[in-house]
């Protein structure tokens, strides 16, 4: 075996493990009663039931999608998630009350934002300045970069 190989088989047996931890932590909680998934949806249709006083009908469909959510980030997290949205006012969803397949899809733009002193945790990763940025300082990120580029074209 070469070494390119003994590495892609590390990284598939790391993930195996990462896998099964995870089947194994969902297997102890139901066990011990606990159901994440369902507690989620129980959250989501008492607050929306408290904002529109009506019943959600959570559908088949709804669940595979919180449990793909809850297994991906945490019950705590779309917990909070989950509240940030049925907060937010934005006219369109007021208007189309909270529909849920929206929160599917902009679930990630309620997460958790990062400590105001800056910290970060040990799996966030540093954002590096654009390859080809030579403005000084260094844009911060593809978008400010692009804006800053798009603004010395104008001028």
């Known amino acids: 075996m070469t070494d390119a190989n ?11 493990i990462a896998t099964l931890h995870d089947q194994l932590l969902a297997l ?5 009663g606990e159901n994440p998934v369902r507690e989620v949806i129980a959250a989501w249709c008492s607050e929306w039931k408290a904002i529109y006083a009506a019943h959600y009908d959570v559908t088949k469909a709804d669940a595979g999608q919180f449990t793909r959510l809850v297994t991906s980030n945490g019950r705590a997290e779309i917990l909070v998630r989950v509240a940030r949205y049925l ?11 909270h529909p849920l397949s929206m929160f599917f899809k902009r ?10 002193d800056g910290s970060r945790t040990a799996f966030e990763l540093e954002a590096a300045p654009p390859v080809d940025c030579r403005h000084e300082p260094p844009c911060q990120n593809d978008l400010t970069h692009t804006r800053r580029r798009m603004q010395e074209m104008r001028t």
Do not use: C, W
Not at 28 to 32: F, G, K, P, T
Not at 107 to 116: D, E, I
């Open 6 to 16: 003994i590495v892609k088989l590390i990284a598939n047996v790391k993930s195996s």
């Open 28 to 32: 102890e909680a139901m066990v011990a």
């Open 87 to 97: 907060g937010d006012k934005d006219r369109f969803l007021v208007q189309q009350k």
């Open 107 to 116: 679930h990630s733009g309620y997460a958790t934002p990062l400590p105001s």
